[in-house]
């Protein structure tokens, strides 16, 4: 599943920013920055689903408030002998009652009389959670990684490559089921056991590769322009040549890759829950959710229904926004598609 | 030249994987339909002939009798590996008794309970049609010691004499097992009395295999054996095949029957599948050891009701609270558990499988005690308000506890339950998963002072002591220790030793004093019982319902016929 | 060229090497995962339990037993720990579920991707174009448990029309086989369909401003047979070599969530059972067979490319 989509990001973000940097026809006093924007605004489709993600994380944010004020119960309240509505929340065979739109169970309960609707955003906090910092790991080490690779060439590119291949070589998620039940419990070091930080970091070591390696192409292409020459004439260092001159340059492909990255990230590791390796219950992820709801399959379906619903919306909402933020910086392909 | 060679890495890649096509594809197999087998002798009016199919959610963890300790492994290898003694074909209690198996009759005992003296039948063959000889036993221990099967160290290392020896390769031979070929003799002594060890030589771990099979786990190709069956067309985690054994009309073995069908067992971890097909008739028996989603009862109730039944078999499940570490040192702590704790909810969690109780010994099993309960009864539900009041009265409220679950269902969510229980009657519980197969190795690691979770016995054989053995100081050990509440009462060790000396056969004549111990178990909630599970009989509508469902084994396989 | 190809393998190689140190150190450090308390079993004594970590050699240095692992997984004599059988038995058990899944669901969504990407770049920019992006990202965005939980649920129970899971060999009932492997073929596929036809159009809209496409329609090639004879040909080139790196990935077990979900005892499955049973023989093994196919077949790209175009092998 992560594999395709994962190896996909070498294609699908391959924009050449020399283009962008250098230009085409720009309308005066209008900056790359401001031309993407504008591109982006008409885009009402990717706009829309940017919505529809700002929305669910501000839903997920407020959890807390939800269930305070609306279900009046946490996400680990459990309440299995009890009735809602003259029915057993949990019936005498384990089956849990679905939808009640009311305040309490709106979306039902789960096989442990736990509320589907509060589980669902806090679930979605941990989701989005994981997801985030897992982009953030990738991001930065990819950058760091394909930055040092491309900038110094040599012995260095040839260590750095070859940690990229040996992470890209590992079936992906294997090496995170793997990652995930070695660490789930025990951790290793400053990684805690049971915490969200595990899957996090195992999400996003994953990913380094797709982001490392296109990045390292990039600074090799940067690197010969004749800026860089200038800089170095001028007697700049190697770490101020890498931050003031090449990293602005790979500004737009990191943007680009943030939306995917995370769209990703939170898919894997829904699969890696719904293994046992991610989220560690009772704590809730949608991944989780989808993995027990499974469980009560054909009696009590909305409890895979809800979180899948959830999840595919949200995955969807930052591929399709990624999308048109991928269109708004490649000049070329807007080109293109005004034929 | 450019675009030739493009297209030579689309031909690559075409190529590549047509070869692997090529290479795997006949890997396929070829399983050959079922072939009605011929009758064999038979003294039940039952039907003979044709092939049935098992499914099971869980692959055995070994065919290999010297190996597998597992429900999914001991039921087939209890009919294709005879030993000197065997358990009755019979349904309910009547099943626990120990009837002789490959030995001519149950052996003797000394007086001073030492020293068990058998012989072995005449005219014993295995299925490969070599004769079985009185060393043939010897070996088969010895194997036993040496593969090692993980029943091996406590009862047969810790019984026989020179078999610690034998295992830690000081000897090259067992010394106290003498056999004598010519006479069928043979002669085992043991270390101290010990009441179960008739059961110890029923275990399928002790059924005869030939001199010189290998000192090796022998998954794929198990050693031939005595037996009704044997076991063949073994494919790893996916399907094996129980057929007649063509030596056993040669040999009558009395109150061990011949089967009346072949059978095909399947593994598919689907369980929920599983348990429809055979609904459907797709296939015919659904492993007893396997759960049966609740969403499929009511299912099974208008479809199949008459060939569906709940089967009671000895096994406990229950929280351990270690009585070393706060908050559990207390008594008072340890009766709020057992007094607030909802079995009803818990069962709701297994598919309403569970029947409430708070002994340790299950109602199937003799000792088991018939006062009410010590602290409410478990079938109401909890008090709550009680238990709260007690965790006051303990002085433990607000103390941190670590509940440790296994990453298995339903475990999982009883432990989820559990931690929220102690959560509402005054403790700070938080849970610790730990995967489902090194689970029993972590907690029963005494360096990582557990302080409470989920534990479970199943019987190894039908006598209390084997139960007992999980509470006796002695077994407390630093690692694989399965004493996880560390339960030390000098009443318990005394008690528990004397009675486990009792051979097994005079059971009922100390039933009072067991079911004495269990109640004072009970009192003093070492044990934090939660229910006895029950298990599931489902076969196709093609089956007779005229079935032996045995209580140490489950579906006792020979028992099967077509209507 | 030929020294390319040496660096490039022999770098492969290094690669092999340092994945199966990593998988062999990561179950070394699993916590309380000492396989030999495991092995013992609940009842195990002291003395048994020395006797397993003697009898498998656990209580040697973790070079050791790092080189006798390796010697027997080339040997053909590995054995998992906790079942003992042996592993490639096993996974050649579980080829044919794999292949067959594999490769049916793989040319599916090679065929399917090629006509929803040519169509969305012949449309691109219009209102097909756009129907076609969002379904794209609403396949990309469906992970194969839910899809596949989804499916079973309303074509299994409630339509009854499909099985609820499991393989059936083509050699015992080809027409079972079919059935049993429709829903996972679609669900599998549907994530590739998403992201694939996405590289295709942007490849092919790319492509029609290369000047030999100028050329062919200055020629007066139809616009179909430009299409189809020059664009689409040269645009599949870069799709067909994802798919062969993605088509290793999943014969290599890569697809543990579809065949888990619909129980396909592949090799997959295989592998997410034995990392549920801690069980460090299959776990290496199904890694370096899966490494080893993406990993060459990486090399072999590269040196192919390399021999078309000699500007790659100064990089």
């Known amino acids: 599943m992560a594999t395709s989509s994962a190896s996909g990001t070498e294609f699908s973000a391959d924009i050449d920013v020399g283009l962008l940097a250098e230009g085409e026809q720009l309308p005066p006093g209008i900056g790359p920055t401001q031309l993407a924007w504008r591109r982006l605004r008409r885009n009402r489709v990717a706009l829309f689903f940017g919505g529809v993600f700002l929305l669910i994380v501000l839903l997920c944010l407020l959890a807390p408030v939800y269930a305070k004020h609306v279900a009046h119960q946490g996400p680990s309240a459990e309440n299995i002998t009890g009735k809602i509505d003259g029915k057993d929340i949990v019936s005498v065979t384990g089956i849990p009652t679905g939808p009640t739109w009311h305040s309490r169970y709106l979306l039902g309960a789960d096989a442990n009389g736990r509320d589907v609707a509060v589980r669902l955003l806090y679930g979605g906090r941990n989701s989005l959670e994981v997801g985030a910092v897992a982009t953030v790991i990738t991001i930065v080490l990819g950058l760091i990684i394909g930055l040092l690779a491309g900038y110094f060439r040599g012995i260095t590119d040839g260590v750095l490559t070859r940690i990229l291949d040996v992470i890209w070589a590992f079936p992906a998620v294997l090496l995170g089921v793997s990652l995930g039940v070695a660490l789930a419990v025990g951790g290793i070091g400053p990684l805690k056991g049971n915490t969200l930080m595990v899957p996090a970091v195992v999400v996003g070591v994953v990913y380094i590769p797709y982001v490392g390696k296109p990045v390292r192409g990039q600074v090799l292409g940067i690197r010969e322009r004749e800026f860089i020459d200038a800089a170095r004439q001028q007697g700049l260092g190697h770490v101020r040549i890498m931050f003031s001159e090449v990293l602005p340059n790979l500004w737009s492909t990191l943007v680009v890759f943030i939306p995917l990255i995370l769209a990703n990230a939170i898919l894997l590791e829904a699969g890696l829950s719904y293994l046992g390796a991610g989220v560690q219950p009772p704590n809730p992820s949608w991944g989780t959710m989808i993995s027990d709801g499974i469980r009560t399959i054909p009696a009590a379906f909305h409890n895979v229904l809800v979180p899948g619903i959830m999840l595919v919306l949200t995955v969807m909402s930052i591929n399709i926004f990624g999308d048109g933020l991928r269109d708004a910086l490649d000049p070329r392909s807007k080109v293109r598609i005004a034929r | ?563 | 060229m030929a020294a390319f190809a040496i660096r490039r393998i022999l770098s492969a190689i290094a690669v092999m090497v340092v994945i199966s140190i990593l998988t062999f150190l990561l179950f070394e450090a699993i916590p309380n995962g000492d396989p030999a308390l495991r092995l013992a079993g609940r009842l195990a004594t002291a003395d048994q339990i020395h006797q397993i970590r003697v009898k498998y050699g656990f209580d040697q240095p973790i070079y050791v037993q790092y080189g006798r692992t390796m010697k027997n997984i080339f040997t053909g004599q590995a054995y998992s720990y906790t079942q003992g059988f042996n592993v490639l038995t096993e996974i050649k058990q579980g080829l044919p579920a794999t292949l067959s899944l594999a490769l049916g669901a793989g040319i599916f969504w090679l065929l399917a991707s090629i006509v929803v990407g040519t169509l969305a770049a012949i449309k691109a920019g219009k209102y097909t174009d756009r129907v076609l992006t969002v379904l794209s990202m609403i396949g990309v965005s469906f992970p194969p448990f839910f899809l596949g939980a989804v499916l079973i649920y309303f074509l299994g129970y409630k339509a009854n029309i499909f099985p609820l899971g499991g393989y059936v060999k083509f050699t015992t009932n080809p027409w079972q086989w079919f059935v049993h492997l429709l829903l996972p073929w679609f669900t599998l596929s549907v994530l590739f369909i998403g992201f694939y036809s996405r590289v295709l159009r942007s490849t092919i809209l790319d492509t029609i401003g290369e000047d030999y496409v100028r050329t062919a329609k200055a020629k007066g090639l139809s616009e179909r047979q430009v299409l189809l004879r020059h664009i689409l040909r040269n645009s599949l080139v870069p799709i067909i070599a994802l798919w062969g790196l993605d088509l290793a990935q999943v014969i290599g077990g890569g697809a543990i969530l579809t065949e888990s979900v619909y129980s396909l005892h592949g090799v997959g499955q295989l592998a997410a059972d034995s990392i549920g049973r801690l069980d460090i023989i299959p776990i290496l093994v199904i890694v370096l067979f899966t490494a080893f196919v993406v990993v060459f077949l990486a090399a072999l790209i590269d040196i192919v490319y390399a021999y078309l175009d000699p500007r790659i092998r100064l990089a």
């Not at chain 2, 409410?376 to 009041?389: H, S, V």
């Not at chain 2, 509940?403 to 009883?414: G, M, N, S």
């Open chain 2, 1 to 563: 030249m450019r675009k030739n060679a493009r297209r030579a890495v689309v031909a690559l890649f075409v190529l590549a994987s047509m070869a692997v096509l090529a290479a795997c594809g006949g890997g396929g197999g070829s399983s050959s339909s079922s072939s009605s087998s011929s009758a064999a002798a038979s003294t039940t009016p039952a039907k003979n002939g044709g092939t049935i199919t098992l499914v099971e959610g869980t692959a055995p963890d070994s065919l290999d009798p010297q190996f597998g300790y597992t429900t999914q492994a001991a039921e087939p290898d209890w009919l294709a590996y005879t030993g000197l003694v065997t358990y009755a074909h019979q349904n309910g209690t009547a099943g626990t008794a120990l009837i002789p198996g490959l030995a001519t009759a149950l052996p003797t005992v000394s007086s001073d309970g030492k020293t068990y003296t058998a012989t072995l039948r005449k005219g014993l063959v295995f299925s490969d049609g070599k004769p079985v000889k009185a060393s043939d036993f010897a070996y088969t221990v010895q194997r036993a010691l040496r593969i090692p099967w993980g029943g091996s160290g406590q009862f047969i290392a810790g019984n026989i004499v020179g078999a610690k020896a034998f295992a830690d390769k000081k000897a090259s031979k067992i010394s106290g097992i003498t056999t004598d070929d010519a006479t069928g003799k043979i002669t085992i002594h043991l270390t101290a009395p010990y009441g179960a060890f008739l059961n110890v030589l029923a275990f399928p771990s002790l059924g005869v295999v030939p001199t010189g099979s290998p000192y090796k786990n022998e998954p794929n190709n198990p050693p031939p054996g005595v037996g009704p069956y044997k076991i063949t067309n073994i494919v790893a985690n996916q399907s094996y095949k129980l057929v007649q054994n063509p030596q056993w009309s040669k040999m009558s073995i009395p109150g061990i029957p011949a089967g009346h069908v072949n059978i095909t067992a399947k593994i598919s971890s689907n369980v929920d599948s599983n348990a429809l097909s055979v609904v459907n008739n797709t296939n015919d028996v659904y492993d007893w050891a396997d759960t049966i989603p609740g969403s499929l009862l009511p299912q099974i109730n208008s479809q199949a009701k008459d060939r569906y039944a709940k089967k009671v078999m000895n096994s406990t499940y229950y929280v351990f609270m270690n009585t070393k570490e706060k908050p559990f040192s207390s008594q008072l702590a340890r009766q709020a558990v057992v007094t607030g704790i909802d079995q009803n909810a818990m069962s709701r969690l297994s598919s309403g499988s569970l029947i409430p109780g708070c002994y340790f010994l299950p109602p199937g099993l003799v000792g088991h005690p018939t006062a009410p309960c010590p602290y409410g009864d478990p079938a109401k539900g909890g008090d709550l308000a009680k238990a709260k009041q007690l965790v006051q009265q303990s002085g433990m409220a607000g103390q941190p506890v670590t509940v440790w679950a296994q990453e298995r269902a339903p475990r999982q969510q009883w432990m989820t339950y559990y931690a929220s229980f102690l959560n509402q009657i005054g403790f700070k519980a938080k849970i610790k998963n730990i995967a489902d197969a090194s689970y029993f190795p972590t907690i029963g690691n005494l360096k990582g002072h557990p302080q409470t979770g989920f534990a479970d016995w199943n019987q190894d054989f039908p006598n209390p002591i084997d139960f007992y053995l999980l509470v006796q100081g002695s077994a407390i050990l630093p690692t694989n220790n399965e004493n996880f509440g560390e339960v030390n009462d000098p009443k318990i060790n005394s008690e528990s030793t004397k009675l486990g000396q009792v051979p097994t056969p005079k059971l009922n004549t100390i039933a009072s004093q067991w079911q004495a111990l269990d109640q004072y178990v009970a009192k003093k909630a070492y044990i934090g019982v939660f229910g006895y599970q029950t298990f599931p009989a489902l076969l196709s509508n093609r089956m007779s319902t005229n079935y032996v469902f045995h209580s140490v084994y489950g579906w006792d396989w020979s028992s099967f016929s077509l209507k």
